[in-house]
């Protein structure tokens, strides 16, 4: 069964640094790429990030470019996405998702429950 259970959400303070964890289950990363997505109360869910095993791609949103980084560790079959310098306006439920092929591909097939991350001022 592939299942994706994601941790490491929490209250901090503007400035701040949290690193969630995105634990896979039922394939391996280079299997299938993996997102990172946020819904914060009353917008739509926002693609924050991607990354490929595979081929050694990530990609970022404008907003969080050059605050956040996602990383792998393929012997745990785990992605994590730290996030850095940290905004209120970052604050949302972020979910991670497998994707149906090994490339960022922006199609997604497998969603986690997502953890909240709350970024005070």
């Known amino acids: 069964e592939v299942q994706l259970v994601e941790s490491g959400g929490a209250l901090v303070q503007a400035g701040g640094s949290l690193r969630l964890s995105c634990a896979v289950s039922?394939?391996?990363?280079?299997?299938?790429?993996i997102g990172w997505f946020r819904q914060a109360p009353g917008k739509e869910r926002e693609g924050v990030s991607c990354?490929?095993?595979?081929?050694?791609?990530?990609y970022y949103t404008d907003s969080v470019k050059g605050r956040f980084a996602a990383a792998s560790d393929n012997a745990k079959n785990t992605v994590f996405l730290q996030m850095n310098s940290l905004k209120p306006e970052d604050t949302a439920v972020y979910y991670c998702?497998?994707?149906?092929?090994?490339?960022?591909?922006?199609?997604?097939?497998?969603w986690g429950q997502g953890t909240q991350v709350t970024v005070s001022k």
């Open positions: 039922g394939f391996t990363l280079d299997e299938y790429a």
């Open positions: 998702a497998a994707g149906v092929t090994e490339f960022c591909d922006d199609e997604w097939d497998v």
């Open positions: 990354i490929s095993v595979s081929d050694s791609s990530t």
